[in-house]
């Protein structure tokens, strides 16, 4: 973050200082106590379950220089009537400082974390770059990785999610993007939304926010995202199969990598990224069409992406067991899409000796039983031997796998359902959506 006083954050926020004003906050901020940085701000949030204000002293204490909250703590604070505003605020204040950074914002119902991951990868060896941490997509998660951008940044990539209409044209107000990327539109909260139509009119305010001497990326080979080019005055570069830059002659290796190759104005090279999925060639296209449009090299891209690595946990984690199980740790979040691409990744890797375990897909509404029921389909024709369904919201799951399911309440069940019968030759996948938290699944696979 670049430096800054409490003063010019309490004039940047229309905020109160309480304490000594010519504090300066020369950190980034945070809202976990126990990851503050020296010098930076603690940010308080009163949530529905803990109270970030109750941690303030604790914030100082660690390290951090201040605070920024909504009433008055025991520590050097600016008090500001809307923290999340507040936030709003401060980064774009950042931002507007940071003239030779390019920001670059990627959305879609799907792949957008991986996505992410890869494009920054290709970046870093050319300029300093800041992406979002894990998925921190929304109103908060955006102003704090803005606020980790500093005179030396370069490139900053903003992952920009949604739940309602509206969503991303704020988060763009926060962070203007100068290339945006919209990978996908799919059913993800689709409860919410309503219609794919609603959410493909969310995800096209990223496109409508890029400025006319901006780039927009854009996937061919989905309609509802190619549509959204008449939405921007920039300029538009598309990916996929029939895009600008595009992927052909796609293979998948024995540990579910995919290698393929990119072609860009005429040119063509062999490409491959060590991550589990076919997917994953769609998302390191979009990555390169960014970084092209950026004006990285074609090959240098290809070489960039041969060594990238996964970044967020809880995506396709690949661990080995000492017997010689894999167990898949899929477990961050799940929608239709994404699980139907786990399930053929697990499926392509381990042939008749994939199991799955599976929890529910929140936020689906009125369709949710007959997606989990397509969800169960799909496993049994994909071949797995065996899906454990975790809880009465994945039930669908179970109806449509037949006789290789099993349905079980929790997750001690799961675990001991699973390990009574396991060879250590199977591949396992774990997936859900947040709420199942299905990762202590896999910590108790891997424990033996």
Known sequence: MIPLSLRQIADITDGVVLGDETIVIDAPASLDSRSVESGGLFVAMAGEHTDGHAYAAQAVAAGAAAVLSSRVVDAPTVVVDDVTVAMGRLARHVLDLLEDLTVVAITGSSGKTSAKDLLAYVLEPDGMTVATVGNFNNELGVPLTVLRADELTRYLVVEMGARAL?????????????????????????????????????????????????????????????????????????FGESGDVAISNLTVDAA????????????????????????????????????????????????????????????????????????????????PESMAVALRAVAGMAGGRAVAVLGEMLEL???????????????????????????????????????????????????????????????????????????????????G
Do not use: W
Request: glycine share 12%; net charge negative.
């Open 365 to 447: 509404g009125p369709g949710s039983h007959a997606s989990h029921l397509q969800i169960g389909r799909l496993a049994a024709d994909l071949g797995f031997a065996r899906v454990v369904v975790v809880g009465s919201g994945a039930r669908g799951i179970a109806e449509g796998a037949g006789d290789i399911a099993v349905e079980v309440e929790d997750v001690d069940v799961a675990v001991h359902t699973l390990s009574a019968s396991l060879s250590g030759d199977e591949v396992i996948l774990v997936k859900a959506s947040r709420g199942g938290r299905l990762e202590r699944v896999v910590d108790a696979l891997l424990q």
């Open 166 to 238: 509206g969503d991303i044209a704020k988060l763009c107000a926060i962070a203007p993007p100068d290339l945006g990327i919209v990978l996908n539109v799919g059913t993800a909260h689709i409860g919410e939304f309503g219609s794919v139509e609603v959410i493909a009119r969310a995800k096209g305010e990223l496109a409508a926010a890029v400025q006319p001497d901006g780039v927009v990326v854009l996937n061919a080979d989905d309609p509802l995202v190619a549509a959204m080019a008449t939405r921007t005055e920039g300029a538009v570069v598309t």
């Open 256 to 335: 579910g990598s995919p290698t393929f190759t990119l072609t860009s104005a005429g040119r063509s090279v062999r490409a491959a990224v060590p991550l589990i999925g076919a997917y994953q060639a769609c998302n390191a296209a979009a990555a390169a069409a960014a970084a092209v449009a950026l004006g990285v090299d074609l090959g240098t891209i290809a070489e960039r992406l041969a060594t990238a690595t996964s970044r967020t946990s809880m995506r396709m984690e690949r661990h080995v067991r000492h017997d010689g199980l894999v167990v898949i740790n899929d477990a961050y979040n799940a929608n």
